[in-house]
């Protein structure tokens, strides 16, 4: 079959096509045809070596990969062939708070991941996925909408009402937009490009603040709830952003601290924190539970997930470096 390893210590000339042996399904496994992938920004700091340690030579990456069963091992029940899965971004997550082995389950980064053209799964390990979806949008489901849902439903209860705040406009914000819209909520959404603060419009952002423009964005979500402050921000951004995440919320909010992007170092305000009750939550993606959950309200309000660029198997360093280059809006994907 092909497939790609991540075959150097790092850098993203790390990404490389190789061909390798068929796999197999064991007792418990399913071997799943690969038809679509979804890129998302931790698939950039494994391939560059970003987690500390350089993942082992030969490593397949990717977590989030869509994908027809195309055979079962002995004792499997959950799913069958012909069923289109998505595999779990911890594998050993079930449901419940997340246990300790998780982070060892982790696809495309603790063990090999998706982007191949098969892929062997336990069958605890895989999730079906909307039949209104392509397989593209499915693919963006594992890590990017697990993220959002977690951060907004579960951890952040988002209700009717509420004022959500959406830093940019990647992956995980836009799907959080959807999530934010789709419970009543009112969304303010970032970005330095009015172009892509106008798609966020077309999601149903009810206002847009350019924060090259307003640096003081904080400032700007404050003015925009008439002083209360937001109730939620997704927070993508990282030690760059969250003291300004800190200072939009209001008294009692929450702000849901889930990317990287502008860093993992730096200080934090934490008399605001203190002084103001706010909650500040660590999202890791989440568990099988919260995907069969978030799923069925995608199914019925009929979502379609926001894919910025699409790239064919062959080009799939190419997606890796437009990934890189941070121009995208929604989700970067790669086909077969």
């Known amino acids: 079959m092909k497939a790609y390893e991540l075959q150097h210590k790092t850098g993203l000339d790390n990404v490389t096509r190789v061909d390798r042996a068929d796999p197999k399904p064991g007792p418990g496994q399913v071997l799943i045809r690969t038809k679509a992938w979804s890129l998302n920004y931790r698939d950039l700091l494994v391939a560059k070596g970003g987690y500390g340690a350089p993942p082992p030579k030969g490593r397949i990456p990717l977590s989030d990969g869509v994908g027809e069963i195309v055979e079962v091992g002995a004792g499997v029940t959950r799913v069958q062939v012909g069923d289109r899965v998505a595999?779990?971004?911890?594998?050993?997550?079930?449901?419940?708070?997340?246990?300790?082995?998780?982070?060892?389950?982790?696809?495309?980064?603790?063990?090999?991941?998706?982007?191949?053209?098969?892929?062997?799964?336990?069958?605890?390990?895989?999730?079906?996925?909307?039949?209104?979806?392509?397989?593209?949008?499915?693919?963006?489901?594992p890590c990017a909408g697990v993220t959002a849902w977690n951060a907004l439903v579960r951890e952040g209860s988002v209700k009717a009402g509420d004022t959500?705040?959406?830093?940019?406009?990647?992956?995980?914000?836009?799907?959080?937009?959807?999530?934010?819209?789709?419970?009543?909520?009112?969304?303010?959404?970032?970005?330095s490009s009015d172009e892509k603060l106008a798609q966020a419009k077309q999601l149903g952002a009810d206002e847009t603040i350019n924060y090259r423009t307003r640096s003081d964005w904080d400032k700007a979500v404050v003015e925009l709830t008439g002083g209360r402050g937001a109730d939620i921000v997704v927070e993508v951004g990282g030690s760059g952003t969250l003291d300004k995440s800190i200072a939009a919320v209001r008294l009692g909010g929450y702000?849901?601290?889930?990317?990287?992007?502008?860093?993992?170092?730096?200080?934090?305000?934490?008399?605001?924190?203190?002084?103001?009750?706010?909650?500040v939550q660590g999202i890791y993606v989440g568990s099988r539970e919260m995907f069969e959950e978030m799923n069925r309200a995608i199914a019925l309000h009929g979502m379609r997930l926001p894919i910025g660029r699409s790239f064919g198997?062959?080009?799939a360093r190419a997606a890796y470096d437009h990934l890189d280059g941070a121009t995208h809006t929604g989700k970067v994907t790669i086909r077969m």
């Open 313 to 315: 198997f062959e080009e």
């Open 87 to 141: 595999g779990c971004f911890m594998q050993a997550w079930i449901a419940g708070i997340v246990p300790p082995e998780a982070p060892m389950s982790a696809l495309g980064g603790a063990i090999d991941g998706m982007l191949a053209e098969y892929v062997v799964l336990s069958e605890q390990g895989v999730v079906k996925v909307p039949a209104h979806l392509t397989d593209e949008e499915a693919a963006c489901l």
């Open 255 to 279: 702000v849901a601290l889930i990317g990287v992007l502008t860093g993992t170092g730096g200080q934090m305000n934490t008399a605001a924190v203190l002084r103001r009750h706010i909650r």
């Open 164 to 191: 959500v705040v959406c830093l940019g406009t990647g992956g995980v914000s836009m799907i959080a937009l959807q999530f934010a819209k789709m419970h009543g909520a009112r969304v303010i959404i970032t970005s």
